[in-house]
């Protein structure tokens, strides 16, 4: 196997490292800023890519990283709020084009979990469910060493399982999804609604407050905070149950912002995972674990994903 | 491939079957009561195997449906309800050993997904969600060409997921199961609760009610018949939604006794779905089917099963 470009398009950068073959160290990496509201995102892609590129040309493959709703069946980018001038696009075709190489795209939660099988903190396992609580929630799921993308490509939107269907309104702007009741800003809106109906807290009511700032308060004894996060890891345990019961994996692994508070989310978490889940047989030997590559999930996934479509 | 033995354990019925290679019709078929409840089931069983075994003793494997829980990895039966006399039962290896030649295990909605996809409704896809409704609700997912099992052989226990965590408790004993609402027993539970509500019905309130007749007073416009199974469509989409989230597949396809009534669940079901979806491309291409295999679906899974295996 050749030299991989992985490329990870983010919200905030664009970026691209280039791989040898066996070797999760790159040698050499470049990023610049997205700016995914201004026009030229594309063309500021394939200059960060030719920035790496190498001299003797050598490159088999580029892996890419995106935000989703995509196809990683054809390569295109679907109808995105994240990248405005990405309507229906052909973001895999064009590179492959321009390049002259195979291109290899996922969606950055399906990303981060094969990532986190090949290289991270699921090694070794063959069934792995992969998290990550953030501003949304994402999942991906590796069963029986392949990668679970479905028909159109969609597999594996867990944050958009419905755990209550009388729930919140999600970002998606349906009711009662997971995202609706853990992500950050779903424990934010949370906090906002108990105030308005006069919770008393020391954190105060206004537009900036974050899932940061909340994580803060519940740290320093704020009761609201810390039923805002209660409520948080006891939906997600809901909802961690039910995926046991479909993908049965031997390793959950937990990545993004919100998932770094610890107990103050996963002490209920753990409490509702184990009251919900309907066999004791699920909780055999299941290791639930910190995802172990931080911010390069998304660049070593979309390596990973080059390596086993190569 | 050579002759292959197909054996499926039903509540009333043990059946086997003899297939020869590229064949689903059996040259040889038997089968006897299972009386699960009285000793001597596993007898039964290799009785019943040994009056189909061909002369020439060219048998290369048997395949085998079974209630779970179980543990197609190793052939084990755990802890059932069924079969009172098999609690961590090596049922794979004792028939293994019993007949020399390999055995392969699974539970039956895994193998009725699997049936229907190699021989049924779901041929030629490469991503089928399989449900079948009646006493319990159980499912199986065909992903990419594979079977899903999980590291313990429990994925897709489908009627254990959880749609309101506030619902009714499920004949498991958890709360909020697709099974409490959308089996024929959760039917039957709601129409007699509701009663004792005082709701007012054609139907007599005893305890041999079932889903049946449930299905005939419907149809003879009993408005809480009607309501009961508009409920239990409704909570079918919204199950159904979550698993196109989760697997999206190309086809999903129903069997067991309470999917045969048509419109009376199915409007509903279409309705619900249609409003949980939260992207459109879900249902590009979906095929929607009613299983193609029937009684044989067991049979022709564990076929199925076997042929994949060796």
């Known amino acids: 196997m050749g030299t991989i470009i992985a490329v990870d398009i983010g919200g905030t950068h664009l970026r691209a490292a280039l791989y040898e073959p066996d070797n999760t160290k790159p040698i050499s990496h470049q990023r610049v800023e997205t700016r995914a509201n201004e026009p030229g995102v594309y063309d500021r892609l394939e200059a960060v890519i030719e920035s790496i590129w190498p001299k003797n040309n050598e490159v088999v493959a580029i892996g890419l990283a995106s935000p989703g709703p995509l196809d990683p069946h054809t390569g295109y980018i679907l109808k995105t709020p994240n990248i405005k001038e990405w309507q229906n696009f052909p973001l895999g075709p064009n590179l492959s084009k321009h390049f002259n190489v195979p291109t290899f795209l996922d969606n950055d939660a399906n990303l981060a979990a094969l990532g986190e099988w090949k290289f991270g903190a699921g090694s070794g396992h063959h069934d792995v469910l992969y998290l990550t609580i953030s501003t949304g929630v994402g999942g ?16 594996t939107e867990l944050g958009h399982v419905i755990v209550d269907p009388d729930g919140p309104i999600c970002s998606c702007g349906f009711a009662g999804h997971l995202e609706a009741f853990s992500s950050g800003p779903a424990i934010v809106k949370y906090v906002l609604e108990e105030m308005e109906f006069g ?5 105060k009511r206004d537009a900036n407050l974050t899932a940061r700032v909340v994580a803060d308060a519940a740290i320093h004894g704020d009761a609201l905070a810390i039923s805002a996060y209660r409520r948080a890891g006891e939906y997600l345990g ?29 002490d209920s978490f753990h409490a509702s995972l184990k009251k919900r889940v309907f066999h004791p047989r699920y909780l055999e030997n299941l290791k639930i674990e910190m995802a172990a590559l931080g911010d390069d999930a998304g660049l070593l996934g979309a390596l990973a994903l080059a390596e086993i479509s190569l």
Chains 1, 2 share one sequence.
Not at 199 to 203: G, I, Q, V
Not at 247 to 263: A, K, L, W, Y
């Open 140 to 155: 991906g799921v590796i069963a029986n060493d392949a990668l679970l993308q479905g028909y159109h490509g969609l597999a």
């Open 199 to 203: 919770a008393r807290s020391s954190m």
């Open 238 to 266: 809901i909802a961690v149950a039910t995926f046991l019961h479909a993908f049965d994996p031997s390793i959950v692994i937990f990545g993004g912002g919100v998932s770094q508070v610890g107990p103050l989310l996963f």
